[in-house]
């Protein structure tokens, strides 16, 4: 329990230097959301394992979950979202 309370609280902290910084988070289009949305809930089932869930009912949730998640990764990386950094003169 306190590795997954370890866990989330990294993340939440990477997640506030990254939205603090303000890193390309204009440049997030509609599909890179829900990209980030796909990545959280499936790190939240994998939490869910962690604490209770059978890992038959975890592995039959992420393989019927497995098309959509595939599908918002292909959509988020294609979108139109630029990483190219702009250099200011």
Known sequence: MVFTGAIVAVFIWHMSQQFGQKTNIKRLDFWGTLMLAQVLLVMGIIICFWIKVKLTDTIWLLFWLSPVHFFLFKKGFEGSAQ???????
């Open 83 to 89: 990483c190219n950094l702009e250099t200011s003169k």
